[in-house]
């Protein structure tokens, strides 16, 4: 199948190769040590993301700190002291991350220690200091999976303190003298009950409390390094959860910060006293809002240098050097050295040089009416030379992918994404639509989706692909639904519940049946299952289970008529792979087409970019055929990856 008129409508415009887009990033994740001595970022080392450090003053000098061989160290971080560099790491997906340290004075390569060294364990961090430099609290689950025990971490020496045995709550805040101060569990309503802790006994009675509504848009924000002012972010009274001091003294609460129509998000502090001095909100676009005078002048004189958006991303201890990205939304994000002093801006890196000059295509933030009034914050973006007038409209209306978001309790949000440049690219319209039950726009719009997975939920969705075919940019019978998680939920929702309004649909370790997902969360997850219940429906009740199936994909497989791509990770501790494995069962037993890619090395996603590459060449091709947009061909991409093909193979022309 061929839409020529798609496909000429960009067939003068370069394709970006799946491999600019999607490989690795030649620096991502930059920091500056605390001290100020050292500059650190992630780069590529035998094909796979490693940790590389240099000289503040000679960054051009690195040494690589870390040899992960196999998959991508996701996340690392400066030790407060400055003397060593952690990270955590987890095998093949399963999601028990374990910390590392590496010390700052080590060779190229070598003395990486795991300070975390158990079987089946996850390690969360709990608290840090600014005045105790070697030493963070952590919790570990080595003990009972579903309960982090806190102990006390010496950075330096490995050595574990036991400080608190858990066997009942979901997470604490400490203080900056890394004592316990509080203890938080969900209670009967599926809302937060916090209990003070004093000398390291849990008060019985908690002083602060949540229904479900406001249970995940209310919580502590961190005490001040003196311990006089603890924050919150808070929509108890109230719909956007708004930030406010409260003195520890007194109890006194003062607001601080809040927005009409999106929540509170980061906040900005003084590196020494854990004040607040500036503070960010994001409805269509981020807002950075400075409260201490200096950090505004900053943020005045950035804001005169760089093109599109910006934001802090490490700091020195004495905030006189920041590193600061840029994303200037149609070219790749970079990072820059700020020197507060003698005001330079010097450029640090660009995260994927190979798209500087590269046709990235703008992104549209658009409010689209749902059917009964609600405002769905949405972002469009439109193939290359579609819209010659930049209105946002298409000359004519284009094959479109609706891009579902994960969670659902997340959200969509402005600016460089690879997923939009990827399919407008290819000659589609994309539309990412933060649909009710998205996080960021206040309580009311979480809970306006609880059990409406299959519901309203979805009607947000299929309103947002009307709204997109009456404005004349998407063509009617070329729409194409996406997702990975809750996306890839939403897209078996989509080809079950509605399967005439879409065309064909790609399933990313989405559930299939809300029944067994439930029943195979990872233990960790227990201490808040109360909210899973309340908000996508009770499994312990016989009409609570009835109404899971009720909203199931599984159970109407024999309803889907339009071609399905499903990508699976074997280790998946979220969504297990019989997840994917159970309706691929159900549709080929009904003679319905299903093309089934599993990764035996990957979980809740692909990380690896060998393997995202080769599902993304996959489903490339599977939307060119079905909807006629242009796709590279899939090479010898698979080779390099470890994709199984379990079925359908012949539905993506391979």
């Given at each position: 199948?061929?839409?020529?008129?798609?496909?000429?409508?960009?067939?003068?415009?370069?394709?970006?190769?799946?491999?600019?887009?999607?490989?690795?990033?030649?620096?991502?994740?930059?920091?500056?040590?605390?001290?100020?001595?050292?500059?650190?970022?992630?780069?590529?080392?035998?094909?796979?993301?490693?940790?590389?450090?240099?000289?503040?003053?000679?960054?051009?000098?690195?040494?690589?700190?870390?040899?992960?061989?196999?998959?991508?160290?996701?996340?690392?971080?400066?030790?407060?002291?400055?003397?060593?560099?952690?990270?955590?790491?987890?095998?093949?997906?399963?999601?028990?991350?374990?910390?590392?340290?590496?010390?700052?004075?080590?060779?190229?390569?070598?003395?990486?220690?795991?300070?975390?060294?158990?079987?089946?364990?996850?390690?969360?961090?709990?608290?840090?200091?600014?005045?105790?430099?070697?030493?963070?609290?952590?919790?570990?689950?080595?003990?009972?999976?579903?309960?982090?025990?806190?102990?006390?971490?010496?950075?330096?020496?490995?050595?574990?303190?036991?400080?608190?045995?858990?066997?009942?709550?979901?997470?604490?805040?400490?203080?900056?003298?890394?004592?316990?101060?509080?203890?938080?569990?969900?209670?009967?309503?599926?809302?937060?009950?916090?209990?003070?802790?004093?000398?390291?006994?849990?008060?019985?009675?908690?002083?602060?409390?949540?229904?479900?509504?406001?249970?995940?848009?209310?919580?502590?924000?961190?005490?001040?390094?003196?311990?006089?002012?603890?924050?919150?972010?808070?929509?108890?009274?109230?719909?956007?959860?708004?930030?406010?001091?409260?003195?520890?003294?007194?109890?006194?609460?003062?607001?601080?910060?809040?927005?009409?129509?999106?929540?509170?998000?980061?906040?900005?502090?003084?590196?020494?006293?854990?004040?607040?001095?500036?503070?960010?909100?994001?409805?269509?676009?981020?807002?950075?809002?400075?409260?201490?005078?200096?950090?505004?002048?900053?943020?005045?004189?950035?804001?005169?240098?760089?093109?599109?958006?910006?934001?802090?991303?490490?700091?020195?201890?004495?905030?006189?050097?920041?590193?600061?990205?840029?994303?200037?939304?149609?070219?790749?994000?970079?990072?820059?050295?700020?020197?507060?002093?003698?005001?330079?801006?010097?450029?640090?890196?660009?995260?994927?040089?190979?798209?500087?000059?590269?046709?990235?295509?703008?992104?549209?933030?658009?409010?689209?009416?749902?059917?009964?009034?609600?405002?769905?914050?949405?972002?469009?973006?439109?193939?290359?030379?579609?819209?010659?007038?930049?209105?946002?409209?298409?000359?004519?209306?284009?094959?479109?992918?609706?891009?579902?978001?994960?969670?659902?309790?997340?959200?969509?949000?402005?600016?460089?994404?690879?997923?939009?440049?990827?399919?407008?690219?290819?000659?589609?319209?994309?539309?990412?639509?933060?649909?009710?039950?998205?996080?960021?726009?206040?309580?009311?719009?979480?809970?306006?989706?609880?059990?409406?997975?299959?519901?309203?939920?979805?009607?947000?969705?299929?309103?947002?692909?009307?709204?997109?075919?009456?404005?004349?940019?998407?063509?009617?019978?070329?729409?194409?639904?996406?997702?990975?998680?809750?996306?890839?939920?939403?897209?078996?929702?989509?080809?079950?519940?509605?399967?005439?309004?879409?065309?064909?649909?790609?399933?990313?370790?989405?559930?299939?049946?809300?029944?067994?997902?439930?029943?195979?969360?990872?233990?960790?997850?227990?201490?808040?299952?109360?909210?899973?219940?309340?908000?996508?429906?009770?499994?312990?009740?016989?009409?609570?289970?009835?109404?899971?199936?009720?909203?199931?994909?599984?159970?109407?497989?024999?309803?889907?008529?339009?071609?399905?791509?499903?990508?699976?990770?074997?280790?998946?501790?979220?969504?297990?792979?019989?997840?994917?494995?159970?309706i691929v069962e159900a549709m080929e037993r009904d003679g319905v087409p299903v093309t089934y890619v599993l990764f035996p090395d990957e979980g809740h996603g692909f990380a690896r970019p060998e393997n995202?590459?080769?599902?993304?060449?996959?489903?490339?091709?599977?939307?060119?055929?079905?909807?006629?947009?242009?796709?590279?061909?899939?090479?010898?991409?698979?080779?390099?990856?470890?994709?199984?093909?379990?079925?359908?193979?012949?539905?993506?022309?391979?």
């Amino acid at each position: 199948m061929t839409n020529s008129t798609a496909a000429d409508r960009v067939s003068s415009t370069r394709l970006i190769s799946r491999d600019d887009l999607f490989g690795n990033p030649s620096r991502a994740g930059g920091k500056i040590s605390p001290d100020g001595k050292w500059v650190s970022w992630m780069a590529p080392w035998e094909g796979v993301m490693n940790v590389f450090m240099a000289p503040a003053d000679d960054p051009d000098n690195p040494r690589r700190m870390t040899s992960a061989k196999d998959r991508p160290i996701p996340q690392y971080f400066w030790a407060p002291d400055s003397q060593s560099l952690l990270y955590i790491r987890d095998k093949e997906g399963d999601e028990n991350f374990l910390l590392y340290t590496v010390p700052v004075t080590a060779e190229e390569g070598a003395e990486e220690k795991c300070l975390t060294p158990f079987e089946d364990t996850r390690v969360q961090v709990v608290g840090g200091s600014e005045t105790i430099r070697d030493k963070i609290l952590i919790g570990l689950n080595n003990r009972d999976p579903r309960f982090h025990d806190v102990h006390l971490l010496n950075l330096n020496t490995g050595e574990l303190e036991l400080v608190f045995e858990n066997n009942e709550w979901a997470g604490f805040e400490a203080d900056d003298s890394l004592t316990l101060r509080w203890a938080v569990r969900q209670n009967a309503a599926g809302g937060t009950d916090m209990h003070e802790i004093v000398n390291g006994v849990v008060a019985e009675e908690p002083r602060e409390t949540t229904g479900l509504d406001d249970a995940l848009t209310t919580g502590m924000a961190g005490y001040t390094t003196d311990g006089s002012v603890l924050y919150w972010l808070d929509s108890r009274g109230r719909d956007t959860a708004a930030l406010f001091a409260e003195d520890t003294a007194t109890g006194e609460r003062t607001l601080i910060a809040e927005h009409d129509k999106a929540d509170i998000g980061g906040t900005m502090r003084h590196a020494k006293t854990g004040v607040v001095q500036a503070y960010s909100v994001t409805y269509l676009r981020t807002e950075h809002h400075a409260i201490d005078p200096d950090i505004g002048s900053a943020f005045a004189w950035l804001r005169e240098r760089l093109d599109g958006d910006f934001g802090v991303q490490s700091r020195t201890d004495d905030d006189r050097r920041w590193l600061v990205w840029n994303d200037p939304l149609t070219g790749p994000i970079a990072s820059y050295l700020f020197d507060r002093d003698t005001e330079t801006l010097t450029q640090f890196y660009v995260t994927k040089p190979e798209l500087e000059g590269a046709p990235l295509q703008t992104m549209h933030a658009r409010e689209i009416k749902a059917r009964d009034g609600l405002t769905l914050p949405s972002y469009l973006t439109l193939p290359p030379q579609s819209d010659p007038d930049a209105t946002g409209i298409p000359q004519a209306p284009v094959a479109m992918v609706l891009l579902v978001h994960g969670g659902p309790w997340a959200r969509d949000g402005y600016g460089y994404n690879r997923a939009h440049q990827w399919l407008a690219n290819r000659g589609y319209a994309v539309l990412s639509v933060n649909f009710r039950g998205s996080t960021g726009f206040g309580k009311s719009f979480i809970s306006a989706g609880d059990k409406e997975w299959s519901g309203k939920m979805h009607d947000d969705l299929i309103d947002a692909v009307e709204w997109a075919i009456e404005q004349g940019i998407a063509e009617r019978d070329k729409v194409a639904i996406m997702g990975g998680s809750y996306g890839g939920y939403a897209t078996l929702v989509g080809l079950t519940f509605t399967p005439d309004v879409f065309a064909c649909g790609v399933d990313i370790v989405g559930p299939s049946n809300l029944e067994t997902l439930l029943e195979t969360i990872p233990p960790y997850w227990e201490p808040m299952v109360k909210q899973f219940h309340e908000r996508m429906g009770d499994p312990t009740t016989p009409e609570g289970v009835e109404f899971l199936k009720s909203i199931s994909p599984l159970y109407k497989a024999n309803e889907i008529t339009k071609p399905l791509l499903i990508g699976q990770g074997a280790n998946d501790p979220r969504v297990k792979q019989a997840e994917s494995d159970q309706i691929v069962e159900a549709m080929e037993r009904d003679g319905v087409p299903v093309t089934y890619v599993l990764f035996p090395d990957e979980g809740h996603g692909f990380a690896r970019p060998e393997n995202n590459i080769a599902f993304n060449a996959i489903a490339e091709n599977f939307l060119a055929e079905v909807l006629g947009g242009r796709a590279e061909p899939v090479g010898d991409v698979l080779e390099a990856s470890t994709a199984e093909i379990r079925t359908g193979k012949e539905h993506v022309g391979l």
